[in-house]
C-alpha cells in the first residue's frame, strides 16, 4: 500500500492549481470581514468618541448622524468610548427631546476623541460642540499626560501650580496638552492675568502611563465645577525625554512643576 503525505502532495502542485487556492482563502477571508460589517481599513483605523457633559444643571441625549450614542447624560458625566464612522459626522444634542444644538464634527479615520457639549464664553449663548484630540503616544516611564480644556462661560483663563501660572491664556472652546511627572498637583483656575481664582485650589492627581484631562465648565459664581477624564495609555522605557511637552490649542503652557509631584 502506498503512503502519500499531504506536504509532498501540495508541494506537487502546479503554479495555478496553488493561485486558484491562494485567491479563495483571501476571498473567503473578505468576506468573513464584510459580513462582521467590516473593511480591511475599518478594521485597521477604528474611530471613536467619548462624549463629555458640560452643561452642569441639564441632562441630555446625543445622537450621531441621527443614530443615539448616549441618552440620559448628566452633568459633568463621560460616556464612551463609542465607535463611530469617521469623516465627517452630524451630532445633535437634545434635552427631553428638543434639539439643543446640532454640527457637524470632522473625525479622521483611526482618531479618538473627547466631544465635548458646553456653554460658549458668554453665559447667556446658546449650546455648543467641540471636539477635542486626544494625544494617545507613549509617555516616558514615571510620566503622565495631562490636558487642561476650557469649555466654562468665561473669558480666557490662566491654570495655576502653587499659585504659578503653567498654562496661560487659554480661551473658551481652547485646551493645552503636556507631560509631567505623575504626581498630585495643588491647582486653581484664574481670569488670565489676574490672581483671584475662580476655581480652586484643588489636589489634582496625575497618574503614569494615563492622559488626565480636566475640563472647566459651567458659569463662575453659579455652577463652576471640573470634569476629570482618564484614559490609559502605554509607558515607554528608558529615560529618554518625551519629545511632545507643549501641545493643543490656546495660549501658552509650561512645563508643569517638575519633580515637584508626589510619586503616585
Known amino acids: 500500500m502506498a503512503y502519500h503525505s499531504l506536504d509532498s502532495g501540495f508541494l ?121 484630540d486626544n494625544n494617545l503616544k ?16 468665561a473669558g480666557p483663563i490662566d491654570v495655576r501650580v502653587d499659585k504659578k501660572v503653567v498654562m496661560a491664556n487659554i480661551a473658551n472652546g481652547e485646551y493645552l496638552y503636556t507631560v509631567i511627572p505623575a504626581g498630585t498637583y495643588k491647582v486653581d483656575v484664574v481670569p488670565t492675568e489676574m490672581t483671584k481664582p475662580l476655581l480652586g485650589p484643588l489636589d489634582l492627581r496625575v497618574k503614569p502611563a494615563k492622559l488626565t484631562w480636566v475640563f472647566a465648565i459651567g458659569e463662575p459664581g453659579k455652577d463652576l465645577a471640573i470634569v476629570r477624564h482618564v484614559i490609559s495609555l502605554t509607558a515607554t522605557k528608558g529615560s529618554k525625554r518625551p519629545t511632545d511637552i507643549t501641545t493643543g490649542t490656546g495660549g501658552q503652557a509650561a512645563e508643569l512643576m517638575k519633580g515637584r509631584g508626589s510619586k503616585s
Open 12 to 132: 506537487s502542485m502546479g503554479r495555478p492549481t496553488l493561485r486558484r487556492m491562494w485567491v479563495a482563502i483571501v476571498g473567503v477571508g473578505l468576506l468573513a470581514l464584510l459580513s462582521a460589517g467590516l473593511t480591511p481599513s475599518s478594521a485597521a483605523d477604528q474611530t471613536c468618541i467619548y462624549i463629555v457633559q458640560g452643561l452642569p444643571s441639564r441632562t441630555i441625549s446625543v445622537a450621531v448622524d441621527g443614530e443615539s450614542v448616549v441618552d440620559g447624560l448628566a452633568g459633568g458625566k463621560v460616556a464612551g468610548p463609542v465607535q463611530v464612522k469617521h469623516g465627517t459626522r452630524t451630532v445633535t444634542v437634545s434635552e427631553g427631546g428638543q434639539t439643543l444644538v446640532t454640527s457637524k464634527v470632522k473625525l479622521p479615520a483611526g482618531s479618538n476623541s473627547e466631544i465635548v457639549v458646553h456653554l460658549p464664553a458668554s453665559p447667556t449663548g446658546d449650546p455648543m460642540i467641540t471636539r477635542f
Open 138 to 153: 507613549p509617555v516616558q516611564k514615571g510620566k503622565a499626560a495631562e490636558a487642561f480644556g476650557h469649555v466654562a462661560a
